[in-house]
Nanobody, 127 residues
Framework: QAQVVESGGGLVQSGESLRLTCVAS????????VGWFRRAPGKEREGVSC??????APYYEEYTKGRFTMFRRGNTVYLDMNNLKPEDTAGYFC??????????????????????WGKGTMVTVSG
């Protein structure tokens, strides 16, 4: 059964870093657009960063720029998060979709059905 599975979350101090990992099985990420999303307590799920599996520069939401880096190696997608802040505390989710979506559009799909959603990994940043 095709799926994506996230890992790498944890509890860190403000200013520290984490690397999140999204491993896809049963699907070839080169043929998908992939996004990282997050849901903070009491808020809707929102986009973080999105990329096309076929290549090109990722799209980043404004609040991540200069701090987060998204990239793909084979069937794994990573999100490097630096200089973490307490407001980054959230469940982080990976999603993949076969449609040729514009990346900014994909990153707006946090509450929409996409082909594959992971169950998420929790990131807690203490201040």
């Amino acid at each position: 059964q095709a799926q994506v599975v996230e890992s790498g979350g944890g509890l860190v101090q403000s200013g520290e870093s984490l690397r999140l990992t999204c491993v896809a099985s049963g699907l070839n990420l080169e043929k998908y657009v992939v996004g990282w999303f997050r849901r903070a307590p009491g808020k809707e799920r929102e986009g973080v960063s999105c990329l096309s599996g076929s290549g090109g520069a990722p799209y980043y939401e404004e609040y991540t720029k200069g701090r987060f880096t998204m990239f793909r190696r084979g069937n794994t997608v990573y999100l490097d998060m630096n200089n973490l802040k307490p407001e980054d505390t959230a469940g982080y989710f990976c999603a993949a979709d076969h449609r040729n979506l514009h990346l900014q559009t994909l990153c707006m799909q946090g509450t929409r059905p996409l082909d594959f959603w992971g169950k998420g990994t929790m990131v807690t940043v203490s201040g």
